[in-house]
């Protein structure tokens, strides 16, 4: 069956520390691939997204994601975090062959200390 | 750009009422339009997925009669949750592609809450 895993349910990181949250995904095709964000109460706001090409994709808010095929994964990364993105963040995958309808991870609530 | 906006951000129902939520985009026409919920703490679900003109196309498990969905221009789809009851308090979110096989773009998403 096709998933997204995000193994990490809550990580708490001291400001200025780096963040790495990790996705991998079960899919048939390597899928498209994003990363979302969602503070409390509010909407998504798209962090980054990788559809071929470098496998090292910037994002914004200084974020990027690496893609690795050999192992499903495309796990993001922040080398020093502030404390306004502490914040839920969400893998999502879309099919190549089913463009719109977006999977999602489970999502990673990130804390941030002071 | 791409803009998706939904209306209202949030609102507040009694038991038993309908609440219509809608979902715009802005600055272009959107032939296919998703609806997705997020219940509290958890991850977002696809619901249905509504192509203008035609019927909305449901996931499992999702009670079509409870959420009624219409696409009825190429920048408009509605929700509307009806007979609502607590437990459809929730965060439901849509996104919208220009055409198929081109992405998508999400709302800003509508807390819904059920007293």
């Known amino acids: 069956a096709q998933s997204v895993t995000q193994p990490d349910i809550h990580i708490t990181v001291s400001e200025g520390a780096s963040l790495e949250l990790r996705c991998n995904y079960s899919?048939?095709?390597?899928?498209?691939l994003f990363w979302y964000v969602q503070s409390p109460g509010q909407g998504l706001q798209l962090l980054l997204k990788y559809f071929s090409g470098d496998t090292l994709v910037q994002g914004i808010k200084g974020f990027e994601a690496e893609f690795k095929r050999s192992q499903s994964s495309f796990n993001l990364r922040k080398p020093s975090v502030h404390w306004s993105d502490a914040a839920e963040y969400f893998c999502?995958?879309?099919?190549?062959?089913?463009?719109?309808?977006?999977?999602f991870g489970a999502g990673t609530q990130v804390v941030v200390t002071p | 750009g791409a803009v998706v906006s939904q209306h209202p951000s949030w609102v507040i129902c009694k038991s038993g009422t309908s609440v219509k939520i809608e979902c715009r985009s802005l600055?272009?026409?959107?032939?296919?339009m998703f609806w997705y919920r997020q219940f509290p703490k958890q991850s977002l679900m696809l619901m249905a997925t509504?192509?203008?003109?035609?019927?909305?196309?449901?996931e499992q498990g999702v009670e079509k009669d409870k959420f009624l969905i219409n696409h009825a221009s190429l920048t408009l789809s509605t929700l509307t949750v009806t007979s609502a009851h607590p437990e459809d308090s929730s965060f439901y979110i849509c996104?919208?592609?220009?055409?198929?096989?081109?992405?998508?773009?999400f709302g800003q998403g509508t807390r819904l809450t059920v007293v």
């Open positions: 899919y048939g095709a390597t899928p498209y």
């Open positions: 999502a995958v879309v099919p190549t062959d089913s463009w719109g309808k977006f999977q």
């Open positions: 996104s919208a592609q220009r055409t198929p096989n081109t992405e998508a773009f």
């Open positions: 600055d272009f026409q959107a032939t296919t």
């Open positions: 509504s192509n203008e003109g035609s019927k909305a196309t449901y």
